[in-house]
C-alpha cells in the first residue's frame, strides 16, 4: 500500500489505520457527528508539534487518493489545525501557512471527511475565507482560517483548515 500513497511521514501501518478509519467513516456515516481522526491516534509520534505542518499535508493527500480509489468522489478531506484561544479576536497573526507552528494548541491536527454537498459544511466554509493557496506535490492546497467567540463567551477560538478544493461560496 505504502508505494500507492508516496510520501515521507506515514508508515504501512499508518496508512492501514487511515483508510480503515476512512472506510469505517464512510460506511457508518460518522462524518455526521464531526468524528475526526488526530494525527497523534494514527502514530503517537505525530503528538509532535514540529511534525504537524508537513505530516497534515501528507494526511490530506493520501485520504483525497484514498476516497478516490474507494470512488467516493463526492466527498471531501479537509485538515484541521487548532490553534491557541485567545480572550479577544486576534484575526490573522501570521503571513503564511507554513509560519502557523507559533499559533498551534495542544491538540494535533486532524482529519475530517464529508459530502461536498453537506449543508453544514457549506455554511461554516461559505464564511471562511481563504488566507492562501500554495501548490503542494502537484496539488493545489487551500488554506482558510476561522475564528469565533467560543459558546463560553471566555474565549475565540480559532483555526486553520486545508482542503484540495475551494470551498468557499461567496
Known sequence: MAGKY???FFCESDLRK???WISNNLKNNEWVNNLDLHLDEINIAFDNPDL?????LELLLISNNILAELIENNFISIVFFPLFAEEKAEGITFKKFSYIKKEFDLTP???FICP???IVLNEAFGERKIIEIFNF???DIYVYFFEEKHDNGLEYVRNVSITSINLNTN
Open 109 to 111: 491536527p486532524s482529519l
Open 137 to 139: 506535490k502537484e496539488n
Open 6 to 8: 508516496q510520501n515521507n
Open 18 to 20: 487511515i483508510k480503515q
Open 116 to 118: 461536498k454537498n453537506w
Open 52 to 56: 504537524w505542518i508537513n505530516a497534515g
